[in-house]
């Protein structure tokens, strides 16, 4: 998803109505950075919802990472069950 919306920022940055066809841009400034196929870029940059798409999966990741900081790792578990003996 970042490297979508990476894309969708580089035609925003670099399209005019009227006058920048999509296909320049595709070979000009994102297929050297991004190899793909303009049929693949065509379909990226007519996706809808990717900055809400992009927020949810941050969050999601977010949430994944606090949830594994709050369990115990195997040495932590070891040490604990060391110091009962």
């Known amino acids: 998803m970042k490297q979508y919306k990476l894309i ?3 035609v925003n940055q670099h399209f005019v109505e009227g006058l920048t066809p999509y296909a320049a841009i595709w070979r000009m400034y994102v297929n050297p950075v991004y ?3 303009y049929n693949k870029f065509m379909q990226i940059i007519n996706m809808s919802g990717i900055e809400k798409q992009l ?5 999601e990741q977010r ?3 606090e949830t594994r900081e709050e369990l115990p790792n195997q040495l932590s ?3 604990v069950e060391e110091s009962n003996l």
């Open 35 to 37: 190899p793909m196929s």
């Open 8 to 10: 969708i920022d580089i």
């Open 55 to 59: 927020a949810e999966a941050e969050e």
């Open 63 to 65: 949430i994944r990472k």
């Open 77 to 79: 578990l070891f040490e």
